[in-house]
């Protein structure tokens, strides 16, 4: 019989403090609906930030896009924690984006592992 390792179906997003400690934990769930709102968001992310860079207005809606995206891929709550600990809508988009691009990378990694293992495995 083959046995197969179930995936762990979320990844893990530990932020730090400068002396390592772990302030607060989020979470991504890596179902195809996941990763769907995760594209979608980026789009609106960047977008907000380069209209928050040409201009001092617009921050209450700006914040209600970044909290709708971060809480719509991270789950419920989620912009309130890092808000928490970051109260600035510019640091937020950064980590958003932060997020999104390590996220791609862990993915992109596993299923560059996966083809090598099997061929050569």
Known sequence: MVKIELLDTRIE???EDKEGNVVETLYF????????KLEKSIGVVEKKMKE???????WDTS??????AIDT???????????????????IMHYFLQMAIG???QIA??????????YLG
């Open 63 to 68: 914040k209600t896009f970044v909290k709708e």
């Open 13 to 15: 997003i530990p932020f």
């Open 73 to 91: 891929v991270f789950g419920e709550g989620s912009f309130e924690k890092l808000y928490k600990i970051s109260p600035s809508i510019q640091i």
């Open 109 to 118: 990694d596993e299923q560059s592992e996966e083809k090598l293992k099997k």
């Open 103 to 105: 996220i791609r990378k």
């Open 29 to 36: 769930d890596r179902s195809d609906d996941s990763l769907q």
């Open 52 to 58: 928050l860079e040409e201009s001092e207005s617009g």
